[in-house]
Every structure is written in C-alpha cells, then in structure tokens.
C-alpha cells in the first residue's frame, strides 16, 4: 500500500478543460459521475494496472495492489456501489464448472476470502487473499483479490466513512478474532468504478502501466489520457513523449506530468 499526497500542476489550460469536465458531470479520473466523485469516500480499479485506488473527499489517499480475474473470467467493468462488508467469511463454492467437487471453507488462514471480503456485484467481491504471489497478476475468478492487511485496512475504512453507526469496539473484535464472522450493512453505499486503461492521470503523474500490446495504441490511450488531463497534443513535447513510451516497453512508468510539457507550453506553470 502507498499514500499518495503529491505534487497537482496548476495551469489555466488544465483549470479550464477541468471545470468544463466538471460541467458535464464527469470525474476524468475514471469516468466517474460527478455525484459520486462529491461521495466522501469513493474506489476505483484500474485493470490494466492491478490498481484500487481511494478517494477521500476528492482526494487520491491510498493504492493498493490487487489481482484481478483471469481470461475466461473476467472483472466486469462499471459502475457498481458497495453495500455490504463481511468480516471473516466462510467460503461457499459458488454454482459454477470451476467450483465443482470443493467444499465449504471455514474462517482462517486458509480461507480464500481471506479476512473481509466487500460485496459490489452478485458472486463479485473485493477481498482478502491468502495468496500473495498472485497480486499484481489476473489470477481469480473475477473477483478483486487484495493483501488481508489491506484488505483490513480498507474496510476499516469504509466502515468510518459509510457505517458510522458501526460500534468501534466491534471493529476491534472482528479484527481480533480472526473466525469472528458478521456482515454489516453500510448506511451509505460506497461507489466503486471498474475500468480498464494502460495510461492515466493521477495526482499530478502520468502513469503507464506495461503489458505489451499493439505501441501504437497505446501511444494513443497515453494521449487520450494527457487530454482528459486538459492536454492537447499541440503541447505535449515530443521526444518525452516518444521517451515514455519506450520505458513502457519494458516496465511502468511513472512521470510528473509537469514534464511532458513543451517548453513553451509549460510557460506560468506552477507546482505546489
């Protein structure tokens, strides 16, 4: 997990394209609609990324890493609400071919809903997982597989922001006890957007996420991704451009988006 608090770039031409995001009720983050990105807490899941990222009060906070499903049981993309937690959950084995011959698994360590598991689709959860190796990788059947610390973390908060009805004591409990089972019902759903995109913006950084493909769309989803950031190509610098894109051959990259400025289009810029 990694708190992000970092650098936001300030121009008239990013304050501007901004607002008229805003106008027509669209968060470029992640295509979030603007009465969910106002919610005091809000997800997304980045898949290209095997990233879940935190908003609080509009604010990028947390990320963390996830695993995602694999081909043939894909992670459904939209926009979905949570609406319930289960702390310590038994596993069931859902109704499907994969599933076939196992049997019901009790709350511990080698339960494969780990030590919460977060409801936004029917047979769909974020959760914890036993299997670390797998994080970063498409490895489930659809469901988001998170570290059980994170995973605790995580609905911790969501219990602070959308069940404060919640006693703190049995928070305590659950996470103490381990075979503690209880599903509580959030007072205010927490919206949770699932997409796909190898390049976006996020506080202030473009970030590319490797995974081979054709270069030259991915060279277009980079620029799509500096224009929903209030970039037009025009400024853009060219040969920084063309440099992130060859570090995306062999790895993500991660760069100020201050830097992929022309000079002359960087101009008044400010960072704080």
């Known amino acids: 997990m990694r708190t992000t608090r970092g650098r936001h770039i300030r121009t008239a031409l990013v304050l501007g394209l901004a607002a008229g995001a805003a106008s027509a009720g669209v968060d470029r983050s992640g295509g979030v609609p ?6 005091s807490l809000r997800l997304t899941l980045n898949l290209a990324a095997y990233r879940l990222h935190v908003y609080e009060n509009g604010e990028l906070t947390r990320r963390y890493r996830v695993a995602v499903g694999k081909p043939g049981h894909r992670t459904p993309t939209g ?5 319930r937690v289960i702390w310590n959950p038994w596993w069931h084995p859902p109704n499907r071919p994969w599933a076939r011959g196992k049997k019901p698994t009790p709350p511990g360590p080698n339960n494969p809903m780990g030590r919460a598991k977060l409801y936004f689709m029917n047979l769909y959860y974020i959760h914890g997982t036993p299997y670390r190796k797998s994080l970063g990788t498409p490895a489930s059947h659809g469901c988001v597989r998170m570290a059980n610390s994170d995973v605790v973390e995580l609905a911790r908060l ?10 703190p004591s049995l928070i305590e409990r659950l996470v103490a006890n ?8 959030l007072q205010r759903p927490v919206p949770f957007r699932v997409y796909s ?6 506080d202030g950084r473009l970030e590319v996420y490797a995974g081979g493909g054709d270069p030259v769309e991915l060279r277009r989803e980079v620029l799509a991704a500096l224009t929903d950031a209030g970039l037009g190509e025009r400024d853009v610098d060219a040969d920084r451009l063309e440099h992130v894109l060859q ?3 062999e790895g993500d990259v991660s760069v100020p988006l201050a830097t992929m400025l022309r000079p002359a289009a960087s101009s008044g810029l400010a960072l704080r």
């Open 34 to 39: 603007e009465s969910e990105a106002a919610a």
């Open 79 to 83: 926009s979905y609400r949570i609406s």
């Open 158 to 167: 969501v219990h602070e922001h959308a069940s404060p009805n919640v006693s």
């Open 178 to 185: 381990p075979r503690m089972t209880r599903t509580i019902w």
């Open 197 to 202: 995109r190898r390049a976006e913006v996020l």
């Open 247 to 249: 570090m995306a051959a």
